[in-house]
């Protein structure tokens, strides 16, 4: 399992620049919440705690 920083690296490299803010559309969190099995909650939590704006949230989780 990586650990929070691995995972943040991973988080920001997929995460997409849009009006000098960081965002990552919820589909592929879910992919790489699978991809390297973690909760989901985690990565909300990464990218909460990083200024991370999760968007295009397909359930509604964020």
């Known amino acids: ?3 929070a ?3 943040l690296k991973v988080i920001e ?3 997409i ?3 000098d803010t960081k ?5 592929e969190a879910f992919e790489i919440a699978k991809k390297y ?3 989901l ?7 909460s705690q990083n200024g991370i704006k999760l968007i295009s949230c397909q ?3 964020f």
């Open 1 to 3: 399992m990586m650990n």
């Open 5 to 7: 920083e691995e995972l």
């Open 13 to 15: 490299e997929t995460a």
């Open 17 to 19: 620049e849009i009006d």
């Open 23 to 27: 965002k990552l559309p919820c589909v």
């Open 37 to 39: 099995e973690v909760p």
């Open 41 to 47: 909650r985690e990565i909300g939590e990464l990218c």
């Open 59 to 61: 359930l509604g989780c």
